[in-house]
């Protein structure tokens, strides 16, 4: 979340749109419901079912589930074309008048550039117009037209690529009625006034596509059209899944980020300064932050805290010990290469792919390539039996399974100590309760005592390259358990030598060995250590600042700022200087984030700017990019720098209906298939229903199958099907039905509902089919099919999230 | 003086505060149906948060015993934290169950193993499980740790390893797995955050 929960409540209009707060994170929708209640705030639902956020909305209109950049393309057509935009917000914060490369087109579907052999897109047309560089400072900025004008600025650009998305085609395309979508485009279209914000809050309904990261990239140009980033009641608002499953993407547990989204060297960085130098851009207008020149500071800190002496400028900092990618390591690109016979030993920690990846059978089976598989878990999972018959609900032979299965227990939440951080960027701490069953450990011990074992064995046996191993900083008083306190600390940062002013050198501004303030203090000379620059001063001198309970509100907006601690620098609302006009008074003074005083910028927020950046700087908001601006053109997307509607990959249309003529732009043309997937990508002859999966309210993804009062509230898989299909298919509520996709099938009992409407889709009816995702063949609740043994093996071009809200399926009386 | 129960309420009713009344010498003679303690008022508090989704809602859990040495801690109920600005002491279908994941019969509680072809688990010690999961790491690592690609360039990875790191775990705990897997060169790794 750009925003954080409490913050929804100062909206003047919400929008639920991929996501169904209201079930699937019902004590942050409390927070809607204040808006509503005490803004008189409008609540507008955009689903392909009547879920129960659409039951308590002023507004809901259906749409087909895998459609919507046509419907939010169709909201930035209609706000275009009806001049329903904050134009000083988008002349000055956003790069309309950039002038872009004469030679970008987008024709028939594609962007310039494609490689259809690859689907991938060289992005050389996608790049700006730049001044020549400067004789003496080799400056080059990128060429501006501020009056929008040009016909090869963002803006015309954005306008022309839109007009397409006319309310007829919207409507074609989304099933959405044409009223429909025109109301939700004039509630919408009504706070682009300065002083009215919408906030939109969206979750797997958008990300589980693949067209995922353009479904949020098309809201991200929607809410800065309106100049609704950076306020009160504003922003991109993403309602994550697990308790701290912000936090873990901020430590980026993932092959190619280091932690604090440092980009992971590739093969092609051969050395410190390739990398360092590739990661540290220029900035591309004069004046600018260009916050990410600091890339350096990060980087080396981050390497003195895994290597603490042994890293030294003698060595590149040891930066030879990293391991260089040389292509995919997300979880699909994972499994494809175990399902290869590529990957011999494998460790789930808390997570269940046999149930939570595309097409059970692929996991299944690649699971039983392995040499040896651990599991580390509080729960018996389905993933820790995979090679276990449960009768049709798990068709193995456990004899013909040569994988070596170990299933080690972790204690839970309540048996441990540290951090979580939550869907807003808030870091708090939490407190062990009590000890966890039987001889269950914390993961943190059983990782590090993992860790103290292989170097016993390096140090005594020698090995492959024992260098990193042997020298990784282990400053941990019990070395099998390091404390949650010391870890923190460590991603936090400390100086390691004094740590010097640098506007005066004289001035030490941290002692050695001090916990520092803040990424702002961080070095690239090796006298500061950080673990996540961005999680940098929550644990300061000052203490563990994630463990503040002090829940006061002085601002009435909710900023709570002595509670816990947001990353980056506690602030709540990113892009806060956003909320100001160029002379830095609030847009909405009585929802003032920050305000220029006339000396710094101050308020109920820390600013997200130099805190003495004068307005007449003209320092601009969005500091993280070298621009200085939102991109409204965005060229590092990998399927194009403007969204555009891509059908999912199994569709009930045979054609793109933006695009009839062009077979490569019925799909996603960027996105990855592996050999063996795409064969197996399912027809609308044979398998005429759009199928999306969900969740309920009564279960968290696939643990409380497990919890006995759950368990008993939701006892047995179901499916939802409307009335029309239900005559149709002759099926009755309660009947048991089949449901097939071309890779599998589950029974499920029949739940016949007017909440899934048919959509006319290009003249056509489209009935939709919906599948809670909870069950398994492990659990206290009846055992059932696990619900992914039907979903496509092909995720988002950019972050390969996996396309579990769009496919097809048949589905027949069982 | 012989006051029963409802006569010493009488009297707090004319308009003396029950506790002025105790301290006048005045107490009611234990009531045959008194109302059951509290049961919570001996109970350990400790703050936490549910662990299911991202709203990250503060709770209460309160466990038996009162942390010294000899009582050993049991959880016997789990509430929401009203001090918590996001959910205010508020708990949903999911996390009002709580109590009855942690108490889940499906807790593991020893490690386990299953042998290769096997159809049944099968309990170890710890050491064993970890002491025989190092090896097979090690073993594959000198095995297939690649140093050099075939331009000659430094790469120092070990692809034949995989890891799936849970969004559930704590912040140090991601921090820790993230900075032993980097250190063994492992590159095949993803998180639930992911997906």
Redesign the interface.
């Known amino acids: 979340m750009t925003n954080h929960?409490?913050d929804i409540k100062n909206a003047d209009l919400v929008l639920i749109m991929g996501g169904n707060a209201a079930e699937?994170?019902?004590?942050?929708f409390?927070w809607v419901i204040e808006a509503k209640k005490d803004r008189k705030a409008k609540l507008v639902t955009v689903d392909p079912r009547f879920t129960r956020s659409a039951a308590v909305s002023d507004f809901y209109a259906p749409v087909r589930a895998g459609s919507d950049i046509a419907f939010l393309g169709g909201v930035v057509n209609y706000l275009l074309e009806k001049d329903k935009i904050h134009h000083d917000y988008v002349k000055n914060y956003t790069n309309a008048g950039f002038l872009i490369n004469p030679d970008y087109k987008f024709e028939d579907g594609l962007f310039s550039g494609y490689n259809p052999e690859k689907r991938n897109y060289a992005k050389a047309t996608w790049g700006y117009q730049m001044t020549e560089a400067d004789k003496k400072t080799g400056e080059s900025w990128v060429k501006v037209d501020p009056t929008l004008q040009d016909p090869n600025c963002a803006f015309q650009l954005l306008k022309k690529h839109y007009s397409r998305y006319t309310p007829d085609m919207v409507s074609k395309v989304t099933g959405t009625p044409k009223e429909a979508f025109l109301k939700v485009c004039e509630m919408i279209a009504e706070t682009a006034a300065a002083d009215k914000t919408m906030t939109i809050l969206y979750a797997l309904g958008w990300t589980q596509h693949s067209v995922g990261s353009q479904n949020i990239r098309t809201m991200a140009i929607i809410q800065t059209l309106l100049g609704n980033m950076g306020m009160a009641g504003g922003g991109i608002n993403a309602?994550?899944?697990?308790?701290?499953?912000?936090?873990?993407?901020?430590?980026?547990?993932?092959?190619a980020n280091?932690?604090g989204y440092i980009a992971?060297p590739t093969?092609a960085d051969?050395d410190r300064k390739t990398y360092v130098e590739k990661r540290t851009p220029k900035a591309l207008r004069p004046g600018q932050m260009n916050f990410a020149q600091n890339f350096p500071k990060w980087f080396t800190s981050l390497q003195k805290a895994?290597y603490g002496n042994a890293a030294t400028d003698k060595n590149d900092f040891a930066y030879?010990?990293?391991?260089?990618?040389?292509g995919a390591?997300?979880?699909l690109?994972?499994f494809e290469?175990?399902h290869q016979g590529?990957?011999?030993?494998?460790?789930?920690?808390?997570?269940n792919?046999l149930a939570?990846?595309s097409n059970k059978k692929k996991v299944g089976d690649a699971l039983a390539k392995l040499?040896?598989l651990?599991v580390i878990?509080?729960?018996?999972t389905d993933t820790s039996e995979f090679?276990?018959?449960h009768g049709e609900f798990n068709e193995v032979d456990?004899?013909?399974?040569?994988?070596?299965?170990?299933?080690?227990?972790?204690d839970?939440?309540?048996?441990?100590?540290?951090?979580?951080?939550?869907?807003?960027r808030?870091?708090?701490w939490?407190?062990?309760?009590?000890?966890?069953?039987?001889?269950?450990?914390?993961?943190?011990e059983?990782?590090?005592?993992?860790?103290q074992?292989?170097k016993a064995?390096?140090a005594k046996d020698g090995?492959?390259?024992p260098d990193?191993?042997m020298n990784?900083t282990w400053a941990h008083r019990i070395p099998t358990k390091?404390s949650?306190a010391e870890?923190?600390m460590?991603?936090s940062g400390k100086a390691l030598g004094d740590v010097f002013d640098p506007k005066d050198k004289t001035k030490v501004i941290a002692k050695a060995g001090e916990q520092l303030a803040g990424f702002a203090q961080l070095r690239d000379d090796g006298s500061t250590s950080c673990?996540?620059w961005i999680?940098g001063g929550c644990w300061s001198q000052a203490g563990n600042l994630t463990a503040r309970?002090d829940?006061a509100?002085p601002s009435g907006l909710?900023q709570?700022l002595l509670?816990g601690f947001a990353w980056p620098a506690n602030r709540r609302i990113i892009y806060n200087r956003a909320s100001c006009d160029l002379a830095g008074k609030p847009w909405d003074p009585k929802r003032t984030v920050i305000r220029w005083t006339g000396t710094a910028w101050a308020g109920n927020d820390i600013p997200d700017m130099r805190p003495d950046a004068a307005p007449d700087e003209n320092v601009m908001p969005f500091i993280m990019t070298p621009e200085g601006v939102a991109r409204l053109f965005a060229p590092g997307m990998a399927e194009g720098p403007f969204p555009e509607h891509y059908e999912p990959f199994e569709t009930p249309l045979d054609k793109n209906p933006f695009h009839p003529g062009n077979p490569k732009a019925l799909n996603n043309p960027a996105a990855r298939v592996y050999k063996g997937d795409m064969e197996v990508f399912g027809k609308a002859k044979d398998f005429p229903y759009v199928c999306t999966t969900y969740r309920l309210?009564?279960?968290?993804h696939f643990?409380?199958k497990?919890?006995?009062?759950?368990a008993v509230?939701q006892p047995e898989q179901f499916v939802e099907i409307g009335e029309e299909l239900a005559r149709e298919k002759g099926i009755a509520n309660g009947d048991r039905v089949k449901v097939r996709s071309n890779r599998g099938f589950i029974k499920a009992v029949a739940v016949v509902t007017k909440r899934i409407p048919t959509l006319m889709i290009d003249g056509k009816k489209t009935h939709t089919v919906g599948i809670p995702i909870h069950w398994g063949f492990?659990?206290?609740t009846k055992p059932g099919f696990i619900t992914n043994t039907l979903t496509p093996y092909v995720g988002d071009a950019n972050?390969?999230?996996?396309e579990f809200k769009a496919f097809l399926v048949n589905i027949e009386k069982a | 003086m012989q006051v029963s129960r409802r006569q010493f309420f009488k009297i707090c009713g004319a308009g003396l505060s029950g506790s002025s009344i105790a301290l006048m010498g005045y107490s009611p003679t234990s009531a045959l149906a008194e109302v059951r303690s509290y049961k919570l008022a001996h109970a350990t508090e400790t703050r936490n948060m549910c662990p299911y989704c991202s709203v990250s809602c503060g709770v209460l859990i309160y466990t038996t015993g009162d942390k010294s040495k000899n009582a050993k801690a049991d959880i016997i109920h789990i509430e929401g934290d009203p001090d918590n600005p996001v959910n205010r002491g508020t708990l949903c279908p999911k996390g009002a169950g709580l109590l009855d994941m942690v108490k889940s019969p499906n807790r593991l509680k020893f490690p386990e193993v299953r042998e290769p072809g096997s159809n049944e688990w099968k309990r170890i010690s710890w050491d064993d499980a970890l002491t025989r999961i190092a090896k097979h790491m090690k073993a594959d690592r000198d095995a297939n740790f690649i140093e050099k690609n075939a331009a000659g360039v430094t790469v120092n990875r070990w692809p034949t390893f995989g890891f799936l790191a849970s969004s559930a775990a704590n912040n140090e705990t991601g921090y820790l797995s993230h900075k032993v897997l980097r250190s063994l060169g492992a590159v095949a790794f993803d998180t639930q955050a992911r997906i």
Not at chain 1, 697 to 700: K, L, Q, S
Request: aromatic share 12%; with cysteine; proline share 6%.
């Open positions: 929960w409490v699937a994170h019902p004590c942050g409390k309602l994550r899944g697990h308790a701290n499953v912000q936090g873990i993407t901020d430590m980026c547990l993932f092959g280091l932690p992971s093969e051969v895994w030879e010990w990293l391991p260089k990618i040389d390591y997300d979880t690109a994972i290469k175990m590529k990957i011999n030993g494998f460790v789930c920690q808390g997570f792919p939570s990846v040499k040896y651990v878990d509080p729960l018996a090679w276990k018959n456990a004899s013909k399974i040569a994988t070596e299965v170990f299933r080690l227990p972790a839970c939440f309540a048996e441990d100590t540290g951090s979580f951080t939550n869907s807003g808030v870091i708090q939490h407190w062990k309760a009590a000890d966890g069953p039987g001889e269950s450990k914390g993961d943190i059983i990782i590090a005592t993992l860790f074992k292989l064995m390096y090995g492959k390259l990193p191993i990784l390091p949650s870890l923190l460590e991603i673990g996540n999680y309970r829940n509100d909710g709570t509670w309210v009564e279960h968290f643990w409380t497990h919890a006995k009062i759950n509230l492990k659990g206290l972050s390969q999230t996996p």
